[in-house]
């Protein structure tokens, strides 16, 4: 580890503007620069590729060869903040693009400035397994464990919304109210699956609707076994 740090430390000092990893902990935060060559940045790469027995160096080398080769440099910029520590919010989703800035607007007005997102067409409903395939249902629990155990979640929020046009594909012959109803179960269902994976979670639901030309969230009661009302 000492020999790590010393690589690091290199490209601290020689190279602030362009590669400024920095340790936290096991963690490396990074803003490489992609086209930064020469024979010293060659060098310092190499000899991170080489440490593989270390999880910070791991993610460090790893983001370089991901970043490095045939990209046009610093073409955008974000104004947001990178921050190093993960959000502590997860939001599972539907793919809809019409609530994405919505959803992201209410997991705030929760009390979280970013968050972590799943999202899939059909959204939690792919852990319910009468309305998933198995195999998403199988891929949605691994990726929803990695991302709450990996990153330390302590939240999860679960949307739904009206007019999804999974839950209307793959249960054509019900009618609206009757495919309200199911997404709220699969909610609940969602729900007690994340629960029973992941002791100590706070999990709460919304389902989502169009309200006067913005988005309106209702919340959705878990412990209920009765079909919300949607107005
Ligand atoms: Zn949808």
């Known amino acids: 580890m000492a020999k790590d740090r010393g690589v690091v430390e290199v490209l601290r000092r020689k190279f602030p503007s362009r590669a400024g990893p920095v340790m936290h902990g096991k963690d490396v935060s990074y803003a490489v620069n992609p086209h ?17 027995d270390s ?51 209410l997991v705030h007005s929760l009390g979280h400035d970013r968050l972590d997102t799943m999202t899939l067409p059909g959204g939690p409903g792919l852990l319910n397994v009468w309305s998933a395939q198995t195999s998403d249902l199988d891929a949605v629990r691994r990726a929803s464990s990695f991302l709450i155990k990996g990153h330390a979640l302590t939240d999860v929020v679960l949307l739904a919304h009206a007019g999804c046009g999974y839950y209307r594909a793959r249960f054509a012959s019900r009618t609206a109210e009757e495919l309200v109803a199911r997404q709220l179960h699969d909610l609940r269902v969602a729900a007690a699956d994340l629960a029973r994976a992941n002791a100590n979670l706070q999990i709460r639901a919304f389902f989502a609707r169009p309200d006067g030309g913005h988005v309106a969230f209702d919340a959705v009661d878990l412990t209920s076994r009765e079909p919300l009302p949607v107005g």
């Open 55 to 105: 999880p910070g160096i791991v993610a460090l080398h790893t983001a370089l060869n991901v970043v490095a080769p045939a990209t046009v440099a610093s073409e955008f910029r974000s104004r947001g903040v990178y921050r190093v520590d993960h959000p502590k919010a997860l939001a599972m989703y539907c793919s809809d693009g019409r609530f994405t800035d919505a959803v992201e607007e």
């Open 36 to 52: 930064a060559k020469g024979r010293l940045w060659r060098h310092l790469c190499d000899r991170l590729t080489a440490m593989s």
